[in-house]
């Protein structure tokens, strides 16, 4: 829901609903509208501290840029997935595609230690 303006966001306790005034074809106005969001802060804080654990370690990894996308699985809320893209010359640059469980434990090691690779090209990636 990044990016939706507030104005086209309704909240109804524990849920969200993206609405929005017209029809375009690009950019955030590409967003589902209509479809429900099961809100649970305990997750979404669990999720925003996977990101900064990620962040920080690509940071302490030298990285002036970090470069990494973090998602929700679409049919499991308590997977997340991580792929990290590794620079470097044509034949050593590379991604490596994560998942990681949210779902278990109550602390970010708990979670990250979770972190299993997963072939790229599974679950929608």
Known sequence: MTGAPENRIKKIPEHIYVFRDGYSPKGTERLNYGDE???????????EAVYRHVYELE???GSRYPNFSLWVDQDDPGMLHLLRHFSGTFKT???THWTIRTDTGSTVEDWMATATVTPLGRYGC
């Open 37 to 47: 969001f099961q809100y649970d802060p305990d997750m979404t804080a669990r999720r």
């Open 93 to 95: 640059a590379h991604n």
């Open 59 to 61: 940071k302490a990894e």
